[in-house]
């Protein structure tokens, strides 16, 4: 799943805090901007990745101007972050997962006199199935 959420960006002495208010206790920090934003990017992926995984609900966007409103300051700046919770778990859960199934005999055969990865080949079969890169 893709999400958008407002983020909240702090800047203190030489680093820039991120702070996710629609996610409780979603905070991070980098030393640039860029090192802010993808550390803001990765913890939000990883709070609705945990979300999703235990069937949680996953809280609506702020609106981003009244965000702003209640912490206005020469320090403060409020910016929009894009999560991908689809492409984190592809990242972060690499296990092998064991299944079960069935073909006909004859493909067996033929696929174990051929030395076919069968695994390779299944996982190659499923992200064309469900159009994955």
Do not use: C
Request: aromatic share 10%.
């Amino acid at each position: 799943m893709r999400y958008v959420y407002p983020v909240v960006f702090t800047i203190e002495g030489d680093a820039i805090l991120a702070s996710v208010p629609d996610l409780p206790g979603t905070h991070t920090f980098g030393e640039t901007w860029s090192d802010a934003l993808y550390m803001a990017q990765d913890a939000m992926e990883m709070w609705l990745w945990d979300a999703e995984n235990k069937g949680e609900d996953v809280p609506e966007a702020s609106d981003p101007s009244s965000i702003l409103a209640q912490r206005a300051g020469d320090n403060v700046q409020v910016s929009m972050v894009a999560a991908d919770t689809d492409e984190y778990r592809r990242r972060a859960d690499a296990r092998a997962v064991k299944k079960t199934l069935s073909i006909p005999a004859w493909l067996n055969f033929q696929a174990e006199r051929a030395n076919a990865p069968f695994s390779q080949i299944l996982q190659q079969g499923l992200k064309e199935y469900l159009h994955i890169v």
